[in-house]
T-cell receptor
Framework: AQTVTQSQPEMSVQEAETVTLSCTYDTSENNYYLFWYKQPPSRQMILVIRQEAYKQQNATENRFSVNFQKAAKSFSLKISDSQLGDTAMYFCAFMKPSGTYKYIFGTGTRLKVLA | GAVVSQHPSWVICKSGTSVKIECRSLDFQATTMFWYRQFPKQSLMLMATSNEGSKATYEQGVEKDKFLINHASLTLSTLTVTSAHPEDSSFYIC?????????????FGPGTRLTVT
């Protein structure tokens, strides 16, 4: 069974600084997808970034980028130029593209951006 | 695009009554919908996966007779909490996959806060 681990329950960063959130996972699959979701105080889940395991290139979306290390089973999220609106819970998720296509979520990292 | 709505956003019910939560995909057809439960400051726990026109698949430990899921159409799934008790109080979130794009991303609803008194 797949597992996803987020070892940092809480983090804080100064506005405009860079922060990296860690995520590791365990799977025997070769083809899979990884996601980072943001859950602000409104509790609406928002997709931040997605990575396909077959792609070697790390995904980027504006200020958000990932460091995907397939062999190490690591998928960290880097937020550059942090903004107050980035304050939220961040969840890492694993999905195998077959069967039910369900997500396996990590326990989350609470990020606070300080003014 | 890819908007998922939930209704109601907040419901309070008395112990022993049943409550229904609706999840709708507004601008796409959802072959699969997922129901999650989230306790304060915790992650999302998958309760069940529902496919249009077939029975839901429940995760281990989830009581299927307490949490009834119906996926009657490609745009609507409902979760009914039967004979609710205070321990069922939680935040319930649904998500949906877009059939047309066969995409792997799940689109999430805004959630429903259930309080059982």
């Amino acid at each position: 069974a797949q597992t996803v681990t987020q070892s940092q329950p809480e983090m804080s960063v100064q506005e405009a600084e860079t922060v990296t959130l860690s995520c590791t996972y365990d799977t025997s699959e070769n083809n899979y997808y990884l996601f980072w979701y943001k859950q602000p105080p409104s509790r609406q889940m928002i997709l931040v970034i997605r990575q396909e395991a077959y792609k070697q290139q790390n995904a980027t979306e504006n200020r958000f980028s990932v460091n995907f290390q397939k062999a190490a089973k690591s998928f960290s999220l880097k937020i550059s130029d942090s903004q107050l609106g980035d304050t939220a819970m961040y969840f890492c998720a694993f999905m195998k593209p077959s069967g039910t296509y369900k997500y396996i979520f990590g326990t989350g990292t609470r990020l606070k951006v300080l003014a | 695009g890819a908007v998922v709505s939930q209704h109601p956003s907040w419901v309070i019910c008395k112990s022993g009554t049943s409550v229904k939560i609706e999840c709708r995909s507004l601008d796409f057809q959802a072959t699969t919908m997922f129901w999650y439960r989230q306790f304060p400051k915790q992650s999302l726990m998958l309760m069940a996966t529902s496919n249009e026109g077939s029975k839901a698949t429940y995760e281990q430990g989830v009581e299927k007779d307490k949490f009834l899921i119906n996926h009657a159409s490609l745009t609507l799934s409902t979760l009914t909490v039967t004979s609710a008790h205070p321990e069922d109080s939680s935040f319930y979130i649904c998500s949906a996959r877009d059939w047309a794009t066969a995409g792997y991303e799940q689109y999430f609803g805004p959630g429903t806060r259930l309080t059982v008194t």
